[in-house]
């Protein structure tokens, strides 16, 4: 599966109860670009780039892959620069508990 592909199925794995009252935009630069938007208990995907991110998150496909099926820590990943992050770093290590990667 694609990286794009995989964040278009971010909303079936989406977690509402940890998401709480949550509304924010994340957005994912790889080959391609998409960006998830969090608000009112869903979890929105949508290609190209948000008008207003709360986090950028900028990667290669293959680490891409590797973080939305779990196998790549967010935390681990920026220590190891193996992705870069801009905005709201906290939002971005909460990524594990909005979605179960595991079933991705």
Known sequence: MSPRELLHQLPSVFNKVAAGPLRCTIQ???????YVTVADGTCTVCDGTAPDADLVVTLSDKYLVELLKGKLNPAIGLML??????G???????????FDFSKL
């Open 81 to 86: 620069r193996k992705l870069k992050a801009e």
């Open 28 to 34: 994912f630069i790889a080959s391609e670009s998409a």
């Open 88 to 98: 709201n770093l906290d939002l971005g290590m909460s990524l594990t508990s909005l």
